[in-house]
Every structure is written in structure tokens, then in C-alpha cells.
């Protein structure tokens, strides 16, 4: 499916100012796990796990715009979820975010 068509629950999650550019946040919504990250100012959500092993994806290390899989290494693009490097080929789920009277909003797909 397009990410064009679908339509997103917007949820608020913390201030902005409390994700200081190079930190991050683990948060849970719908049951899932997910990591914000703040870098250089730019905020990006993704689901907290690598789609290679099921492993804790947030843990890992940024370099650039890639985390970096604690477990097997395998990197995914901050900025959209994708797979960069094996062993992960499946993207790992991203969230759009907005910023609402600083406060940082996360979007969950409307089932």
C-alpha cells in the first residue's frame, strides 16, 4: 500500500524539548515498542526491532542516519525504516511524527 493512502492516529508522546539532539526514547503504543530519535534536530520513530532476529533494534548505534543492530550488525535508514545491509532484507516499521505545540506526536496506521 501506498503511505499516501493511509491514514494515521496521531499520538503525543513527549515534549520536544526533553529529546535533546544525539538522545533517544524507547516508548510503547498499541502494544509495540518504539524508539524516537532526535538527530541534528530531526525526530524519527521507529518500531524497536531488527526484522532479522526480532532483536532490540534501539539499542544499537547511529552513524549518520543508520542504526546499527546490536546483534548481527544489519542497518536501517532512520529516516524510513529500510533495510540497508543483510543479514535484515525487510524493512522494519517506521512512524511518521509531527510536531504539535512542541509536543512531539507519533503516527500509528489506522487499521
Not at 14 to 34: A, H, K, Q, Y
Not at 63 to 90: K, S
Request: glycine share 8%; proline share 7%.
Amino acid at each position: 500500500m501506498d503511505h499516501n493512502e493511509i491514514t494515521y492516529d496521531f499520538y503525543p508522546v513527549i515534549s520536544v524539548d526533553d529529546l535533546i539532539p544525539g538522545e533517544r526514547i524507547f516508548i510503547e503504543i498499541d502494544n509495540m515498542s518504539i524508539v524516537l530519535f532526535n538527530i541534528a534536530g530531526d525526530i524519527y520513530a521507529l518500531e524497536d526491532r531488527c526484522t532479522h532476529d526480532e532483536g532490540p533494534l534501539g539499542e544499537g548505534e547511529i552513524e549518520g542516519y543508520e542504526i546499527i543492530c546490536p546483534r548481527h550488525g544489519a542497518r536501517f535508514d532512520v529516516r524510513d525504516g529500510r533495510a540497508l545491509t543483510l543479514p535484515a532484507i525487510e524493512p522494519t516499521r517506521y512512524f511518521p511524527i509531527r510536531i504539535v505545540d512542541s509536543q512531539i506526536e507519533i503516527g500509528v496506521p489506522i487499521e
